[in-house]
């Protein structure tokens, strides 16, 4: 276990510095990682709700009510500042999160991921139609904030970004990991085997899902205002449903159920997406799906799941969790 345990670590450590040094080496790469991450906060955040065997397909309304809510303090304070742009950001996507989350925990499964797209399509329309407030389909630029008081340019802004970015990453990894490992993290699990059991143990099987609902909401608008900030815009597209689709995709790519999954996932599809569009701009949709076809057909418990083959380790990023391991084995033999 201690084994297992450092070597864990060991890789997280390396993966941490290499993502960390990549745009000292190649500066281009730093918005393409920074836009990577910051999905991968949202994909973070559909992982809490696949542990309590949950899937959402609305959580990009969460991803964009941070983005926009970020667009209108920068436009009413003048460009605004950094962290004043992502703490308003985080508290809307928290707030939404509590008011839907009351009402969306009461159902499981079909209907609770349905609810989550019903959601996110009237944010959708709301932002699409409301044109002399929202900007319409064409979004609403946001100027580039100040950071601490200091205005930057383009290229140290960038950079400022893509490392605030990863700190935050490296932080809530952290922290969502044992999060999973404390009893209410373990409840989300209890509520996907066996609800009733939870309930006579004398857990509210509402409240455990809630409280990771809200935390996958504020994980979610903390993504968004992040990549919004960075990209200098925020559009309805952001909320559209094939953006929570593009999420819950990653989360099986990377490894459902894990948090380094979650990042890695991001990262591949980002890179993947990127390459694809530039190189084989007719037809890049295409080589992006056979590339991603090609990873889940001889990959099925995902980029975390290969490596576990590959090196015979245990690379979880969350708590040791052996109904997750037995669902991930299960998949495989399939």
Same mark, same amino acid.
């Given at each position: 276990?201690?084994?297992?345990?450092?070597?864990?670590?060991?890789?997280? +450590?390396?993966?941490?510095?290499? #993502?960390?040094? !990549?745009? &000292?080496?190649?500066?281009?790469?730093? %918005? @393409?990682?920074? $836009?990577?991450?910051?999905?991968?906060?949202?994909?973070?955040?559909?992982?809490?709700?696949?542990?309590?065997?949950?899937?959402?397909?609305?959580?990009?309304?969460?991803?964009?009510?941070?983005?926009?809510?970020?667009?209108?303090?920068?436009?009413?304070?003048?460009?605004?500042?950094?962290?004043?742009?992502?703490?308003?950001?985080?508290?809307?996507?928290?707030?939404?999160?509590?008011?839907?989350?009351?009402? +969306?925990?009461?159902?499981?499964? #079909?209907?609770? !991921?349905? &609810?989550?797209?019903?959601?996110?399509? %009237? @944010?959708?329309? $709301?932002?699409?139609?409301?044109?002399?407030?929202?900007?319409?389909?064409?979004?609403?630029?946001?100027?580039?904030?100040?950071?601490?008081?200091?205005?930057?340019?383009?290229?140290?802004?960038?950079?400022?970004?893509?490392?605030?970015?990863?700190?935050?990453?490296?932080?809530?990894?952290?922290?969502?990991?044992?999060?999973?490992?404390?009893?209410?993290?373990?409840?989300?699990?209890?509520?996907?085997?066996?609800?009733?059991?939870?309930?006579?143990?004398?857990?509210?099987?509402?409240?455990?899902?809630?409280?990771?609902?809200?935390?996958?909401?504020?994980?979610?608008?903390?993504?968004?205002?992040?990549?919004?900030?960075?990209?200098?815009?925020?559009?309805?597209?952001?909320?559209?449903?094939?953006?929570?689709?593009?999420?819950?995709?990653?989360?099986?790519?990377?490894?459902?159920?894990?948090?380094?999954?979650?990042?890695?996932?991001?990262?591949?599809?980002?890179?993947?997406?990127?390459?694809?569009?530039?190189?084989?701009?007719?037809?890049?949709?295409?080589?992006?799906?056979?590339?991603?076809?090609?990873?889940?057909?001889?990959?099925?418990?995902?980029?975390?799941?290969?490596?576990?083959?590959?090196?015979?380790?245990?690379?979880?990023?969350?708590?040791?969790?052996?109904?997750?391991?037995?669902?991930?084995?299960?998949?495989?033999?399939?």
């Amino acid at each position: 276990m201690a084994g297992r345990l450092n070597a864990q670590a060991l890789l997280a +450590v390396a993966a941490v510095v290499l #993502i960390a040094a !990549a745009p &000292l080496m190649a500066q281009w790469v730093k %918005v @393409l990682l920074t $836009i990577a991450l910051a999905k991968g906060l949202a994909v973070l955040g559909i992982m809490i709700l696949l542990r309590a065997g949950q899937v959402s397909f609305g959580h990009a309304m969460f991803y964009a009510a941070s983005a926009y809510a970020g667009a209108f303090v920068g436009r009413w304070t003048g460009g605004g500042e950094l962290f004043v742009l992502i703490g308003a950001g985080l508290a809307v996507s928290l707030a939404l999160g509590l008011a839907i989350g009351v009402f +969306v925990v009461r159902y499981r499964y #079909i209907f609770f !991921a349905m &609810l989550n797209l019903a959601f996110s399509m %009237v @944010l959708f329309s $709301i932002l699409e139609k409301f044109f002399h407030v929202t900007g319409g389909s064409d979004g609403m630029r946001i100027a580039r904030p100040t950071v601490l008081g200091m205005e930057l340019e383009r290229a140290p802004f960038e950079y400022v970004m893509f490392y605030l970015t990863l700190g935050l990453v490296v932080g809530l990894a952290w922290g969502v990991r044992r999060y999973l490992a404390s009893p209410l993290g373990q409840a989300l699990a209890a509520v996907k085997s066996n609800e009733t059991r939870l309930e006579y143990l004398g857990m509210s099987a509402r409240h455990a899902l809630l409280v990771g609902y809200v935390l996958s909401a504020g994980l979610a608008g903390l993504g968004g205002v992040l990549a919004s900030i960075t990209q200098g815009l925020a559009t309805p597209e952001i909320a559209y449903w094939v953006r929570s689709g593009e999420f819950v995709f990653i989360a099986i790519l990377g490894g459902a159920g894990t948090v380094a999954g979650a990042f890695a996932g991001a990262v591949v599809y980002e890179g993947v997406r990127s390459y694809a569009a530039a190189y084989f701009a007719d037809i890049w949709q295409m080589v992006l799906g056979a590339v991603l076809l090609a990873i889940i057909l001889f990959a099925p418990g995902g980029l975390v799941g290969l490596a576990e083959r590959l090196t015979g380790r245990r690379l979880r990023g969350g708590s040791a969790d052996p109904a997750v391991a037995a669902d991930q084995a299960r998949v495989g033999e399939r």
